[in-house]
């Protein structure tokens, strides 16, 4: 049973940036696809990027060119950069796992088997 846990979420202004990373414990995510999904205060989970085994990425459009997602499989640890924050960037961001080292469909949530319980990005205008 992986566990995820989500770290470095807070408050920025925008324009700012911040860093968050996703640490695995309990087994390898070297072999997963891993994906980070948002969620804001009334509406639905949103696909933000997705990473594969071998580090191909994909990402939703609203945060092309300012996000970027990395691995680190020696540490277990899957990262999201975020650049050039705005105020609809707010959200509880989670990281996910996706037992398929290439989804077929990265930004499809049912798709993920294990996630993290959040961290909370607030950008204020």
């Known amino acids: 049973q992986v566990q995820l846990v989500e770290s470095g979420g807070g408050l920025v202004q925008a324009g700012g940036s911040l860093s968050l990373s996703c640490a695995a414990s309990?087994?390898?995510?070297?072999?997963?696809?891993m994906g980070w999904f948002r969620q804001a205060p009334g509406k639905e989970r949103e696909f933000v990027a997705a990473i594969n085994w071998s580090g191909d990425t994909t990402y939703a459009r609203s945060v092309k060119g300012r996000f970027t997602i990395s691995r680190d499989n020696a540490k277990n640890t899957v990262y999201l950069q975020m650049n050039s924050l705005k105020p609809e960037d707010t959200a509880v961001y989670h990281c996910a796992a996706n037992l398929l080292p290439t989804p077929p469909h990265p930004a499809w949530d049912n798709s993920y088997t294990y996630w993290g319980q959040g961290t909370q990005v607030t950008v204020s205008s």
């Open positions: 309990g087994g390898t995510i070297s072999s997963c696809g």
